[in-house]
């Protein structure tokens, strides 16, 4: 598969959760793992873990250097579940609204489980 500097790429870890992260123009990975602690740079191969890599291009049409500059910026950054996770981590090197589409919807399925076992 080929990648070029900036794209996001993705892996499924499980049913539910999808890990993200960014290509750099040395074909390594910057994501924000719970793995690692936090912003951490690294093989393709390790952050897959063996898992299909999927490549989901740029978000937008930032420039990559500057998608790379602030992702590398980020490195050593603590890994935060709620607050500052794989997706908000791609969104802000973005420079978008840092938001986890993956977070809204397991805040939704609590949500629903509490109201069903309620009834």
């Given at each position: 598969?080929?990648?070029?500097?900036?794209?996001?790429?993705?892996?499924?870890?499980?049913?539910?959760?999808?890990?993200?992260?960014?290509?750099?123009?040395?074909?390594?990975?910057?994501?924000?793992?719970?793995?690692?602690?936090?912003?951490?740079?690294?093989?393709?191969?390790?952050?897959?873990?063996?898992?299909?890599?999927?490549?989901?291009?740029?978000?937008?049409?930032?420039?990559?250097?500057?998608?790379l500059a602030r992702a590398r910026s980020m490195i050593g950054r603590g890994y935060d579940p709620v607050n500052f996770n794989c997706?908000?981590?791609?969104?802000?090197?973005?420079?978008?609204?840092?938001?986890?589409?993956?977070?809204?919807?397991?805040?939704?399925?609590?949500?629903?489980?509490?109201?069903?076992?309620?009834?």
């Open positions: 598969m080929w990648y070029n500097p900036g794209d996001v790429i993705s892996v499924r870890v499980s049913a539910l959760i999808v890990h993200e992260g960014i290509m750099t123009e040395h074909g390594r990975v910057i994501s924000n793992s719970r793995r690692r602690g936090g912003v951490y740079e690294e093989s393709v191969r390790t952050f897959a873990e063996g898992r299909k890599v999927r490549n989901r291009g740029a978000l937008t049409g930032v420039n990559p250097n500057m998608v997706e908000h981590f791609v969104r802000t090197c973005y420079g978008k609204s840092p938001h986890s589409p993956q977070k809204r919807l397991a805040i939704g399925t609590v949500a629903l489980a509490a109201l069903i076992a309620a009834l």
